[in-house]
């Protein structure tokens, strides 16, 4: 904040803090506007009266916007306020339709195994509505400290200040191909020169996993072999069932097709184990404590506790 500007805290016009938070959230003027019925110069004018009063720049006008630095510090306060909010509604037995919003950030890994069997006790005992943000592991803190997250699953063991680090284990990944790929890929064997024609998976730009495993093992650099790029956990298992590539899965996803042959694990004495986090901000409310505990005790049973 600007060593120049005393704000006192006390005198945040929430309203202002509602139309930053809604194009950080749409990623759009045009349609935070549409989401808070008003109009796009009237949220430009609110962000504008909010950067004026803190004395610095609170959203980087890109394509698309993004909050400053200190934008996701007040816009993490913003989202914990309004969950306690709706929170304080619900014990005050207020009349109110509106659910509960869950912004949580999570890899796509996670979502399609395990999470949503640990949210199930949440989503079935409170009125809650899920914003779940996917990206890879190595990067979901990135929409807590945007403050677009309450709460976030990643590899990254460091909490960000004012938010709490939990390890819930180890997700375990297993290379995996058809066996009419091998047959026509690594029909000598998994070795440096068959790698570099066998086409390779990876999630998106950020997924690196498959890269470092690939220098690391095979001293081959990412653009050295042909490789996909699907960002879906569960089209990473149907293209490789397709014999369209070979794969870094997780063993739940592929467990039962290992079993019936249609895949085979291609290098068994190197699997991956990938850490796991849950980081959660300090003060968010009674609900988000429901849900550490839920995720931390249920992730405990399925996930692997050592390296």
């Not at 704000?7 to 990623?27: P, R, T």
């Not at 309450?150 to 290379?175: N, P, Q, R």
């Not at 991956?272 to 980081?279: D, E, F, T």
Request: hydrophobic share 40%; net charge negative.
């Amino acid at each position: 904040m600007s060593g120049d500007i005393a704000m006192d805290l006390s005198q945040i016009d929430y309203k202002l803090l509602k139309a930053l938070d809604a194009v950080v959230m749409e990623q759009s003027f045009e349609r935070a506007a549409q989401r808070l019925f008003i109009t796009q110069s009237a949220i430009s004018q609110r962000i504008k009266t909010l950067e004026k009063q803190f004395g610095e720049p609170l959203l980087i006008r890109s394509t698309p916007p993004q909050s400053s630095p200190l934008g996701r510090i007040l816009l993490g306060h913003y989202q914990r306020v309004l969950q306690l909010e709706m929170e304080l509604n619900q014990q005050l037995d207020l009349q109110t339709n509106q659910a509960l919003t869950l912004p949580l950030a999570v890899n796509a890994d996670s979502l399609a195994s395990w999470l949503i069997t640990a949210l199930s006790p949440i989503i079935q005992q409170q009125h809650v509505q899920l914003n779940l943000f996917v990206q890879d592991e190595s990067t979901t803190w990135e929409r807590m400290r945007s403050g677009e997250a309450l709460a976030c699953l990643t590899s990254k063991a460091k909490a960000i200040s004012g938010s709490d680090s939990y390890f819930l284990g180890y997700m375990e990944y297993v290379c995996v191909a058809s066996p009419s790929f091998i047959e026509r890929f690594f029909k000598n064997g998994v070795n440096r020169e068959s790698l570099q024609h066998a086409p390779a998976m990876s999630f998106d730009q950020h997924d690196d996993m498959h890269f470092a495993f690939m220098r690391e093992h095979f001293q081959l650099q990412m653009g050295h072999y042909p490789c996909h790029t699907i960002r879906s956990s569960e089209a990473f298992v149907d293209l490789t069932l397709a014999s369209g590539a070979y794969s870094f899965n997780t063993t739940f996803s592929v467990e039962q097709h290992l079993q019936s042959g249609a895949l085979v694990d291609l290098l068994p004495k190197q699997r991956v184990r990938v850490p796991l986090y849950w980081h959660c901000w300090q003060l968010g409310g009674e609900l988000m404590k429901q849900v550490t505990e839920q995720v931390v005790q249920y992730s405990r049973h399925v996930l692997n506790q050592s390296g």
